[in-house]
């Protein structure tokens, strides 16, 4: 039986800890907006942050969230834990093409790094 305190996943920690010092997820969150009309559950800065996780661990489809929130060493370690494909299948289907094409409205990049850029190629 395979122990469940290690992971094959070793760069979530590291990952986890970039977003949360940069303020990745908040700032995704600022310019995302509200995804849901309730404000409980994962935000769109969370979802977006746990897609890019999950591909960045050779996750190729929104299918391998199940595969990570399975490995609870990981979802220890994880900015986002437990994140269900279903979830954020149904979340997604909330970027609408007007959401998606909206320019970036950030003022300022977290920890003051070089800024975000606008789908127009402006520095926000």
Known sequence: MPDASLTSSAGVLALGELMDRLGVIEALDSGIGPIKSRSRGVTGGELVAALAQCQLL???????????????????????????STTAGGLARRFTPARASRPATRPSSPAGGPGWVSSGGRRC
Do not use: I, K, Y
């Not at 489809?61 to 437990?82: C, E, I, K, N, Y």
């Open 58 to 84: 050779d996750g190729a489809f929104v299918a391998a969230l199940d595969r990570h929130r399975a490995d609870t060493a990981a979802q220890a370690l994880s900015a986002v834990p437990g994140l269900a």
